[in-house]
């Protein structure tokens, strides 16, 4: 049985995250310890302890990596079989960047904080924000984003998570200024998110110079399977085509549910590791199976499918 490796992104973060990881694991035990002294952030406070750093975008980014990456390893390292694709949803990318070998996971942690830094910084004056759409279709919101620019409004579709659930983002303003507009075209939600950065979009240009930089010295040209782009929905595996398609990441939309219907014929099972929000969204994209690793028992239950 072939499976392909899923990796959440952003908003998938909460407090305890990753705790039986590090209760039951030496190796996890050690991922979180050395992360903290590369960062010199607390993580085990971070991710165990309730706190506001959470939220922020720079601190929720390793968090979710981190804790992916130790579910990844424990998995790896427990049956040594390698995916057919590896795909993550925005910062989920540099998860399956990391567990394909094509980034040591320490530099992955440094990386990541400082794009989230990147982020925050670019969104600085702004009054940056982002809104998730539910029961709309992608081209009735496309074409009401699409007026609004041409009304000089500063809104773009940022994330096509499933049928029925997309993600604008832009200048908070202009984003409730056509709130109503989503709902009297058929949404059954408009919802603004508790969000500081305007992901995937124009508002992020200034941030792309930084994190190239960060891309050309960390990325390696080692590759265990190819990476489903965010941008193209196509994969790739050489280290060039990773810091192009990284950096555009950051001004071009997700393509998530474009991706999953790439590989789903060429792969029996989805494994999600250190997040459950993906399972959710696919269960509205694909007919394959898939299992979230969040925990030492759903770990095993794993290993016990492909044993």
């Known amino acids: 049985m072939s499976f392909s490796a899923i990796f959440p992104g952003q908003g998938s973060q909460k407090t305890g995250m990753g705790k039986d990881f590090f209760d039951n694991s030496k190796i996890a035990r050690e991922m979180v310890e050395r992360a903290s002294v590369r960062l010199d952030v607390d993580f085990e406070n971070l991710l165990f302890e309730k706190n506001d750093k959470l939220e922020l975008t720079q601190f929720a980014q390793p968090s979710i990596l981190l804790v992916s990456l130790i579910s990844y390893r424990l998995f790896h390292d427990e049956l040594g079989l390698n995916p057919d694709f590896f795909l993550g949803h925005s910062l989920g990318e540099f998860s399956a960047l990391s567990s394909s070998g094509a980034l040591e996971y320490l530099d992955a942690i440094e990386l990541v904080y400082n794009r989230g830094l990147l982020m925050s910084k670019a969104c600085e004056g702004k009054n940056a924000g982002m809104m998730v759409l539910l029961g709309l279709s992608d081209e009735k919101a496309e074409e009401i984003v699409k007026s609004a620019q041409d009304n000089s409004k500063q809104v773009w579709a940022v994330n096509y998570n499933c049928d029925g659930q997309i993600v604008v983002a832009g200048e ?3 984003l409730a200024s056509i709130q109503n507009q989503f709902k009297e075209a058929g949404a059954k939600r408009a919802m603004l998110l508790n969000m500081s950065v305007a ?4 508002m992020l240009e200034s941030a792309q110079s930084g994190l190239k930089e960060y891309l050309q010295r960390f990325i390696k040209d080692e590759f265990s399977a190819p990476i489903i782009s965010n941008v193209t929905a196509e994969p790739y595996s050489t280290k060039v085509e990773a810091i192009k398609l990284l950096n555009a990441q950051l001004v071009s939309p997700v393509l998530y549910k474009q ?10 099972k989805f494994i999600e590791f250190g997040g459950s929000v993906l399972k959710g969204i696919n ?5 394959k199976e898939t299992i979230s690793i969040l925990d030492m028992d759903s770990l095993q239950k794993a290993i016990a499918e492909f044993k």
């Open 172 to 174: 908070k303003e202009d």
């Open 199 to 202: 992901s995937h979009c124009p």
């Open 259 to 268: 991706s999953i219907k790439k590989i789903e014929d060429n792969t029996d």
């Open 283 to 287: 269960k509205k994209i694909t007919k």
